[in-house]
């Protein structure tokens, strides 16, 4: 049977096509526990939400451009990257950040030490905002010699800055004459408390600030700080790091045109590798939102180009970035443009084969060294070997204790900037006066929820294709019905309809929960003893759909290619309800427990045509999105709760009043969502409806 066919099929007719009926009478509900096994039976393969992603997002990701010249390259690199930098980086107050002027350095006293120099160090990467470091340099130099200078950044290491590998190559480089500054990373170190976890940075995309500038900055301010250096030499400065540290040597050395020596080492690989490989999936910092419609890590490794660069990766690689997988990428865009350029030696590659496993130890130390001896020093030979045998001895390595960089007492830290950003958001509006006022508000609100969800403009289809799939069954009088509806020609969402069988039912309850159909089957249960319909649908993320691993992963996947999982999600649900709608002409009554389904329910209702949905109960909804930032909700645990920018212009009650004239109510609110929601009965009274959304 075809869709348009199905469509014109009566739920009467559609009921009688089925098995003979038994013998219980639908006056008495189903039990609600049976209902809710029932319910959650998976309808598709394991995982296909997965595979969709993976699809959809190397589709997405942009690929090398075809240049032939060295002078077409450079344009385009130089253009490329500053697309980078206003389109994903310097968004909302990140902009004043860059801008900022009069940001302090300070010396914070001095580590005994033999052969080298040992300085603490802070400085503001943005206003309030200070980064701890440490400060190496040679001993003995004069005022007028110059030397290279070294930014070394951590990895996902919680000794941080103190971690003896870190400690090692910048003492062997101070030793050698070279001026490195080794920051803390946010999350390791000393800035392993909540409130530098690396997902708070979407709490600050939230207010429609990039929270990644925060990460950009931090290195932007260190390179800032060695440039200030006395002893500096401008054309040689280098930056290195492991693992989380080897993504950020790549993001700030391919976007920092000051940084003339790279070395990332087991940190990265491409966004289309990474659909492959989810080992590789990177956290909030190494997939901000909307860097993947803009470039790739390809693409990064290419604007190198013509800098020296050291690729290194390890052979056995026990956590991610496996040499095998994510260097042969890498190497085939940066490759031909460093021989487009004439200067292949530029580009080195390192793979560790012993122990081979995720380390920035000796051997790959060694291969730093000798990079930037070759490159830096321009030595060759027994002088290259003698300059890269490491002079570190035990007792070198310095105890955390005696590292710790002391922070100023009003410290912004990343919740302290998101919760400054919160402060006046959304924007104030005015409020229409009266109803025609208030409906045009409504349909202009819509448009502005779209834009900010990233989907189409009205009215694009909803949905594709609907098909029945599976068999029909009958259990204790309900009728149970499978169904895939396709939307976007992308996305598979499933739904099960449940109904009386030898009723036919008028009005249809859809449900969509946090914990899946055990929160709401008491609910349903009881409508199906009413002689009601019942539907279940289960966008990405939820139910079915929701990844078995990896989970949040995905979700950032989405947003760095421009998408919203909320909008997302949103729209799936939405065409289900309008597939419904359209097919058998039922009121529907939408139904949602937890914040996330209550969000996700409130934006598809708000996005869907008038008429498609008469009621939406909420339960267990936030009262407000600020509460994501006051109560440091990690994107890992409600990736659809941080769209980028969703704050600055609408907040839960201000979706909310974009489904009137339909019914909205808050079942049992909280106390937040009875101060921040009290107004809305004024709004359906404005528009002539007698409803209180909080009873």
């Known amino acids: 049977m075809n869709r348009r066919s199905f469509q014109r099929l009566s739920l009467a007719a559609f009921a009688s096509s089925l098995a003979p009926s038994v013998s219980r009478s639908m006056a008495q509900a189903p039990d609600a526990a049976k209902l809710a096994a029932w319910i959650d039976k998976p309808l598709l393969d394991k995982d296909i939400s997965i595979d969709e992603v993976r699809r959809y997002v190397a589709a997405k990701i942009p690929r090398m451009p075809a240049l032939k010249t060295p002078e077409e390259w450079a344009k385009w690199a130089t253009e490329h990257r500053q697309k980078v930098l206003d389109t994903v980086i310097y968004r909302g107050e990140a902009a004043k950040w860059r801008d900022a002027k009069g940001l302090k ?8 030490t033999d052969g080298y120099l040992l300085t603490k160090v802070r400085y503001e990467a943005l206003p309030g905002h200070w980064i701890p470091a440490l400060l190496y340099e040679p001993a003995g130099l004069s005022a007028d010699k110059k030397v290279p200078v070294h930014l070394a950044v951590n990895g996902h290491d919680a000794n941080g800055y103190t971690a003896d590998y870190k400690q090692a190559r910048c003492i062997h480089l101070a030793k050698k004459g070279i001026v490195s500054l080794s920051l803390e990373w946010y999350g390791m170190g000393q800035f392993k408390t909540p409130d530098y976890l690396h997902p708070l940075i979407n709490t600050i995309d939230l207010t429609g600030t990039s929270g990644i500038a925060t990460h950009f900055l931090a290195m932007k301010r260190g390179i800032d700080v060695l440039l200030g250096h006395p002893n500096a030499e401008p054309s040689k400065v280098a930056v290195s790091g492991l693992s989380g540290g080897g993504w950020q040597t790549i993001f700030i050395s391919s976007l920092d045109p000051r940084v003339t020596l790279a ?6 690989s491409s ?6 490989h989810d080992q590789d999936l990177g956290d909030s910092e190494q997939t901000p939102t909307d860097l993947g419609s803009v470039t790739d890590y390809a693409i990064m490794t290419a604007l190198r180009a013509p800098n020296a660069t050291l690729l290194t990766f390890n052979a056995k690689d026990n956590c991610c970035f496996r040499a095998e997988h994510a260097l042969p990428p890498l190497v085939a865009a940066a490759k031909p443009v460093y021989d487009l350029m004439k200067v292949p030696d530029k580009l080195g590659t390192h793979v560790n084969e012993t122990p081979g496993d995720h380390n920035f130890l000796e051997d790959n130390r060694k291969a730093l060294y000798k990079f930037i001896g070759t490159h830096f020093m321009g030595l060759k030979d027994a002088a290259l070997e003698a300059f890269s045998k490491e002079d570190v001895a035990p007792s070198d390595i310095k105890k955390p204790e005696e590292l710790k960089v002391a922070l ?3 410290q912004l830290s990343l919740h302290g900037l998101a919760m400054n950003l919160a402060k006046n958001l959304p924007a104030a509006v005015e409020m229409p006066k009266d109803k025609n006022a208030a409906e045009i508000w409504i349909l202009e609100g819509r448009k502005k929820l779209r834009e900010a969800l990233k989907l189409p403009e009205a009215p694009a289809p909803l949905y594709d294709t609907f098909t029945p799939i599976g068999d029909r069954t009958v259990e204790n009088g309900l009728v149970r019905q499978a169904n895939l509806v396709r939307v976007a020609d992308t996305w598979s ?11 036919s039912p008028k009005t249809t309850s859809f449900y969509l929960a946090d914990k899946g159909a055990a929160e709401f089957s008491a609910d349903a249960a009881a409508r199906l003893g009413a002689g009601e319909r019942v539907v279940v649908c289960n966008p990405f993320d939820f139910g079915e759909l929701k990844p078995s691993h990896h989970g949040y992963l995905f979700s950032l996947l989405l947003g760095t290619v421009g998408d919203r999982p909320l909008g ?3 729209r799936q649900l939405a065409a289900a309800l309008a ?5 058998l002409g039922q009121s529907i009554r939408l139904v949602a427990k937890g914040k996330r389904a209550a969000l996700v329910a409130l934006c598809a209702a708000a996005i869907s045509n008038e008429g498609t949905v008469s009621e939406v109960v909420l339960e267990g909804s936030l009262g407000s999105l600020k509460e994501v930032i006051e109560d440091k909700t990690s994107y890992t645990d409600a990736p659809q709760l941080f769209t980028f920018g ?6 839960i009650n201000r979706i909310a009043m974009l489904i009137a004239p339909a019914k909205l109510t808050f079942k049992a609110p909280s106390d937040r969502a009875k101060t921040e929601l009290a107004g809305l009965a004024d709004w359906w009274k404005l528009l002539g409806v007698d409803h209180k959304p909080l009873g």
Request: proline share 8%; hydrophobic share 40%.
């Open 271 to 276: 966004f289309i590798t990474r659909t492959q």
């Open 408 to 410: 100023p007492a009003d």
């Open 579 to 583: 597939m419904d709608r359209s097919r």
């Open 568 to 570: 997302i999600e949103a």
């Open 263 to 268: 070395n990332p080492v087991a940190g990265y």
């Open 646 to 651: 969703l704050l600055q212009n609408f907040d």
């Open 493 to 503: 969402v499933p739904f099960v309809e449940i109904f009386p069988q030898k009723s």
């Open 105 to 112: 350095f300070e010396r914070m006293g001095t580590v005994t």
